[in-house]
């Protein structure tokens, strides 16, 4: 029961707080209108009855003792007829006259002898019927003699003004919550690599979390900046001596040796350029919407180019999407690297949804363990011979700066088994 009643509340702040307001304000209605008809209505209407019967009681005095009824009936608002017409045997109202009732039992109450009570005939009428010793003797009383005055005009005083309560609360409850959605887009954005500006607002629990979040984000910053500055002295530093042995290495003779030592400045090359690339990740470049099946296009025609086999399978849902193109590109090229290497052919599929992109790479080759496929997203990790970087491996760098990528666009990498192809299923997921 609880759990099908957590179903039914609303999920957003807005609707909650909606939630928070009316109910509240339906209850105090109910109570208030169940107080009012059960206890003043109904009670006003049997005081107002009860002054009706000793009329009534008068009238039969007069009749039993042979005097005229219908001028003394008149005079007292009232109409009295001796002897009278037949009414049903039985008491009868409409189901909704819930004043009738309180009628019909004041009636029964104080007037002995009656015979009927009618109120359906006339709506505006009460219809009374009691035996006497003259006959049986009709009054025809005025309904408003009986009845409360119609509290509708309450009613709606009261449904109006909860209304209109119910708006200006809501109104500075909405200009309480924006600043919270405000601060949770803010920080989604920032989780997908984008910038938002924010000044913190609203009461002072919010804005203390605000400025919690953007010294949160100034640190953040400044660290992958920091970062950033410092990579880029030592991929400076690096490079110049690698191109100093490059350079002296072309100048000797050709012979194995030679070719060795080049072979191990290209790899110390590479090795820094997949390190910097990874460390770097491509923090500086700015988020922008792209075409994300083009980029991947192209990056899948630059290895057809190459000789590899590679194709673009499928392309669905792929509008333009708001990310860092370098980075993503990077990503898919470091995915259909790796499928290449260990296999002998990929296939690349684009699925997009209004909450996510993805991009899948799936291979022929080995493919990954489960147990392994955790691992095998950690930087500089190598899960077998094949992969060392010695042997025409990798330096265990592409599937974490993938990862890394997705992470930063406010997705995620995951890694299954390729049922089209057999081996490695890598689906780069992007938050949109």
Do not use: C
């Amino acid at each position: 029961m609880a759990f099908r009643l957590k179903s039914l509340l609303p999920l957003g702040l807005y609707g909650r707080a909606a939630l928070i307001l009316i109910v509240p304000v339906l209850a105090i209605q109910l109570v208030v209108s169940l107080a009012f008809i059960q206890r003043h209505y109904e009670g006003v209407t049997r005081q107002l009855t009860e002054g009706v019967v000793q009329e009534i009681l008068y009238l039969r005095d007069l009749a039993e003792a042979g005097e005229p009824v219908a001028g003394t009936a008149a005079r007292l608002g009232l109409e009295a007829s001796l002897p009278a017409e037949p009414l049903p045997a039985a008491p009868s109202r409409e189901w909704f006259d819930l004043s009738g009732r309180v009628v019909i039992e004041s009636l029964q109450e104080g007037l002995p002898g009656l015979r009927a009570v009618a109120l359906v005939e006339d709506p505006r009428r009460v219809l009374v019927l009691m035996e006497t010793a003259g006959g049986e003797l009709r009054v025809d009383v005025p309904r408003r003699r009986v009845s409360a005055s119609n509290p509708h005009q309450l009613l709606v005083l009261m449904i109006g003004t909860s209304l209109l309560m119910t708006l200006i609360a809501y109104y500075f409850l909405r200009a309480q919550l924006r600043p919270i959605t405000r601060l949770a887009a803010a920080a989604e954005a920032f989780g997908k690599g984008q910038h938002l500006p924010y000044r913190p607002r609203g009461a002072v629990e919010v804005r203390a979390a605000g400025r919690a979040f953007l010294d949160m984000r100034a640190r953040i910053e400044r660290q992958i900046e920091s970062r950033t500055m410092m990579l880029s002295g030592i991929s400076h530093d690096l490079r110049t001596p690698l191109t100093r042995l490059r350079l002296g290495l072309a100048m000797l003779p050709e012979d194995e040796e030679t070719q060795a030592l080049q072979a191990d400045v290209a790899q110390m090359q590479r090795l820094v350029d997949e390190f910097l690339a990874f460390a770097r990740g491509d923090a500086m470049e700015e988020p922008q919407p792209t075409d994300p099946a083009a980029l991947v296009r192209g990056v899948v025609e630059g290895y057809t180019r190459s000789g590899g086999q590679v194709r673009l399978a499928g392309v669905e849902g792929a509008g333009s999407t708001v990310m860092r193109p370098q980075a993503v590109g990077r990503a898919v090229e470091n995915l259909i690297g790796n499928a290449l290497r260990h296999g002998t052919r990929a296939e690349v599929r684009i699925a997009g949804t209004d909450r996510n992109l993805r991009i899948v790479v799936e291979d022929d080759g080995p493919g990954i363990p489960p147990d392994r496929r955790e691992a095998a997203l950690q930087p500089f990790v190598r899960l077998d011979e094949a992969r060392d970087p010695n042997r025409g491996g990798g330096v265990g760098l592409g599937l974490a700066i993938a990862a890394d990528v997705a992470r930063s666009h406010g997705g995620d990498l995951r890694l299954s088994d390729s049922e089209a192809l057999g081996g490695l299923r890598a689906e780069l997921v992007l938050a949109r």
